[in-house]
Every structure is written in C-alpha cells, then in structure tokens.
C-alpha cells in the first residue's frame, strides 16, 4: 500500500475506532511516531485535514465557516446551527471566527459555496457596480 495522507487519515480512524478514550492518547502518540519514523511528518497538516474531512464524512456532518465582525451570543449561534441544520438536513459542526473588517453581517462558508451577508461585501459590490466591473 502507497503511504498517503489520506491513507494515514483512514489508518488512524481505524485505530482509534470504539477504543476508550483512556487508550486514545497512546494511540495517537503512536500514530505519529509512525509517521515521524516513514519521514512523512511533513504531511502533518494534510493527514489532520484528512482525518476531519473523512471523520465528518462518516458521521454525515457538515462543516460550516462562519465569519461575523463581532462575537456573537450564545443564543444567536443555537439558533444559527438550528437554522443551518434544517436548511442543510444534516449535523452541522459550526466554526465562528471574528474578523473586525466586516463591520456587520456575516459570512457563511459551507463546502466550497460562500455566502456573503456582510457589509463589507455589499460595500464591495456597491463598489464594483459604481466602478464598472
């Protein structure tokens, strides 16, 4: 079998498997002393975004980004992942992430599709109308 990060990713999945969680620490300290000893530690970044793309895969969980100017409340955010589990039909693991520049609004990345409720993106589209673009 040719090592990837993706067959790394699926290897530790399998290894950690219905193990107790006493055990986990073992094996992942295990894990990547593997991977240090095939020289793939480089790969670490890869096999770690492998692990959580195939780990949500199998839990049929959908990953979503969102992007606000400001924190948002505890309220807002179980209504936001209600919201977003419906719309979706599935399990979301949502990531809230502040960056200042966005002033309001916010922004939704789910998958590779974007979704921009922010005014800083309708500044930008107000601005690239005025501009011609």
């Not at 990837?4 to 055990?23: C, D, V």
């Not at 919201?83 to 039909?89: D, E, V």
């Not at 309001?104 to 309708?122: C, F, H, N, P």
């Amino acid at each position: 079998m040719r090592l990837t990060p993706t067959n790394y990713a699926k290897l530790y999945l399998s290894l950690i498997q219905g193990e107790a969680s006493a055990h986990l620490s073992n094996l992942t300290n295990k894990f990547w002393a593997l991977v240090f000893r095939k020289k793939h530690f480089g790969w670490r970044g890869k096999i770690i975004a492998e692990i959580m793309r195939l780990w949500y895969e199998q839990n049929d969980i959908v990953p979503v980004a969102v992007t606000t100017g400001r924190l948002l409340g505890p309220k807002f955010i179980t209504a936001l992942r209600k919201t977003l589990t419906t719309s979706l039909n599935r399990e979301v693991d949502l990531q809230v992430t502040v960056k200042p520049h966005l002033l309001a609004g916010l922004t939704v990345q789910v998958g590779d599709k974007k979704y921009d409720a922010s005014l800083k993106g309708r500044l930008d589209q107000l601005y690239s109308k005025l501009a011609g673009e």
